[in-house]
């Protein structure tokens, strides 16, 4: 089964708006065996639309479109559908009952243009909206499939579960695909393809498929099986040559977050943790509190951006910012072991850093990191290098102190 995706709307195509439905339908239909030709984003313009829905059935089996069903002026998705299928609107009396139920629901009046959310074009299939008031529609036309959607993400996500899956399963009879996904911090995707190079192409000769899906600071990769779940014995088994080929680096499969993961082992030894950052503003404290639950864990943190503060604060001796600087090896072990004494935790993670886009050297250029950990058995520092974009330096900062840490906890417990 052959799909593209059509997704309407101006707020996609200025950035204003993240399209998020695109995407996750891309997953989810992927998962299912359809294979996914094409995804065109397109202004709620009248041409733009049946241009785009003519293309699509002329190239897949199934269009899918996002957008447009609103009650507003500017949606003209459903008077398109319908002029282009050579049909007329009529009130479905079944969604028009669930549209009065809403407002009823909301203690708000009803109006004309509520009322118009229930006009469907004669031919359709009438897909209910359990989340809103717009419902969508299934059309066929020489053997082709158009299906359109609201645009808001929880209501179409509800559609496609409830009504449009199950009919293109039957359908067509999709095949369930089995995937599994490894995640990776502080290794490029370039060394992994060099050094795993013999093990891809194992892997391949064996029917499965692997994908490369990186993103600063992270790489995942996600071992397909056309066969289903037959084949998850041969992906572990691949992924375990994985494990031994970087065990630093890889910190968990699917999609569980690096602060999650270090978090759970957190708990899971019943250990406690803080923080004492200089460069990244209190950025990894608030990546460990994201995770809900983390109370059990993080007790606290402190933002020391001036030698001052490092000083009075954490312990951290004036000589040393004369010496060898305040992003130096010693300063971030003084303040991991600081901050570890002053909230009595199991773990202190230090960081401090040139995130740029000034204050490098040529010694110490824009982009360095050094971070330390303080533990119940020894206090421990690394140097990082990264690229001399300030977000991207912070945010890979954050990434590689939690896996730092994740393995500082590993460590302690072999």
Not at 197 to 221: F, I, K, M, Q, T
Request: net charge negative; charged share 20%.
């Amino acid at each position: 089964m052959q799909v593209e995706i059509i997704s309407i709307g101006d707020e996609l195509l200025i950035g204003q708006t993240i399209n998020t439905n695109a995407s996750w339908m891309g997953q989810e239909l992927s998962r299912r065996g359809a294979f996914v030709s094409r995804v065109v984003t397109i202004s709620d313009k009248t041409d733009a639309i049946r241009s785009a829905i003519d293309e699509g059935l002329n190239n897949a089996d199934v269009v899918l479109v996002t957008g447009g069903l609103g009650p507003t002026k500017d949606d003209v998705t459903k008077k398109v559908i319908t002029d282009y299928f050579e049909d007329e609107l009529y009130i479905h009396e079944e969604t028009l009952e669930r549209v009065k139920g809403f407002f009823a629901r909301m203690n708000r009046p009803m109006l004309e243009v509520n009322v118009q959310q229930a006009a469907v074009p004669k031919k359709c299939t009438v897909l209910k909206n359990m989340q809103g008031t717009a419902p969508g529609m299934w059309l066929e036309k020489n053997s082709k499939i158009l299906i359109s959607l609201p645009g808001v993400p929880y209501e179409m996500k509800g559609i496609m579960e409830q009504e449009v899956f199950p009919r293109l399963e039957h359908l067509f009879g999709l095949k369930q695909f089995y995937a599994k996904t490894a995640n990776l911090q502080g290794v490029g995707e370039s060394y992994i393809a060099d050094k795993m190079a013999v093990w891809e192409d194992n892997l391949r000769s064996n029917g499965l498929e692997l994908a490369y899906l990186p993103s600063p600071g992270l790489v995942r990769l996600r071992i397909t099986s056309l066969n289903g779940q037959s084949d998850e014995a041969l992906i572990d088994a691949c992924f375990r040559e994985l494990e031994e080929a970087y065990p630093e680096n890889l910190y968990g499969y699917g999609d569980a977050s690096l602060a999650e993961i270090t978090g759970n082992l957190l708990k899971q030894y019943g250990a406690t943790v803080a923080t004492a950052e200089s460069c990244t503003g209190g950025a990894l404290a608030a990546s460990l509190v994201s995770v809900p639950g983390s109370s059990a864990y993080f007790h606290g943190g402190f933002l020391t951006y001036t030698n001052e503060l490092k000083h009075t604060i954490l312990g951290v001796q004036q000589e040393h910012f004369t010496t060898v600087g305040a992003v130096s090896e010693e300063v971030v072990r003084e303040m991991a072991a600081g901050g570890k004494n002053k909230l009595n935790v199991d773990y202190c993670v230090s960081i401090s850093g040139i995130a740029g886009p000034d204050g490098g050297t040529e010694e110490k250029p824009v982009g360095t990191v050094w971070i330390g950990i303080a533990s119940p058995k020894r206090v421990v520092a690394k140097r990082f290098l990264f690229s001399d974009n300030r977000e991207r330096v912070i945010n890979r900062t954050v990434l590689s102190a939690l896996n730092f840490l994740r393995n500082e906890i590993l460590w302690n417990h072999q």
